[in-house]
């Protein structure tokens, strides 16, 4: 698939590495902040660490979407994230996404060289498709049941599977009809969005189910609370819980995975993937 120029070979596996401009994101909330504003500096030299380690995507990210989070002026999300994607893109010959629901941001990462649309709402938000398709960018479409402020409150499903693969068919329809090609389309389950610790896992036990409808396949699980829950870690003390979900992931056919580890996903992902080619 090309991001933007930056092609990228999905029949193996690829890392993006997570670069939250945020102060509230739960797991390095405010730690590319500098007198509350974003150190450009701080955030080019995590990206650079991670396409050292590894590293094809760099996920920059603007607006927390952690259970609970308030969401923020279009403005602020801008003010964070377009000068980070600049000075990225202008640094390292990396594709880089932009983890957004909001159509002006769409618009203007599309403009600063972003070569991923990641957003956790699918393109709900409204505006959002008509600016993504506008830019004939690929498109991350991701799952959510609610919002991100209420989302984990009562979360319930009739079908976990069925009731997700309902969700993406109706919203790889509502893409095609605005001009959306199918095949710019990459699907994400959602793992801890609008979710309890049974259906995430319950979600990974199954989710060879949503290779039927033959799109690559992105999981986010670094850090989450399905590890801390399961194992009773600290998010600092996640990182064994998230390589063992990261290799899982790879075996039911997950194309990319999301992580603020870098390091040690490339490596686990490499080995996993050398045993399943042998």
Known sequence: MNFSGIELDLNQPQV?????????????????????????????DRAATMVA?????????????????????????????????????????????????????????ARAGVGLINDVRALQREGAIEAAAETSLPICLMHIQ????????????????????AYFTTRIKACERVGIARDKLILDPGFGFGKTLAHNLQLLKHMEQLKAFDLPLLVGMSRKSMIGNTLNRPVDERLYGGLALAVMALERGTNIVRTHDVLATVDALKMAQAVLDS
């Open 16 to 44: 993006m590495g997570v670069v939250n401009v945020t102060p509230d994101s739960f797991s390095d909330g405010g730690t590319l902040f500098t007198n509350n504003n974003v150190s450009v500096s701080a955030a080019v």
């Open 53 to 109: 380690e590894g590293a094809s995507i760099i996920d920059v990210g603007g607006e927390s979407t952690r259970p609970g989070a308030d969401a923020v002026s279009v403005e602020e999300e801008l003010s964070r994230v377009i000068p980070v994607i600049e000075a990225i893109r202008e640094r390292f010959p990396v594709a880089v996404s932009i983890d957004t629901s909001t159509p002006q941001v769409i618009t203007a990462a």
């Open 146 to 165: 609610g919002e991100p402020k209420t989302m984990q409150e009562a979360p319930y499903y009739k079908d976990l599977l069925g009731d997700i693969a």
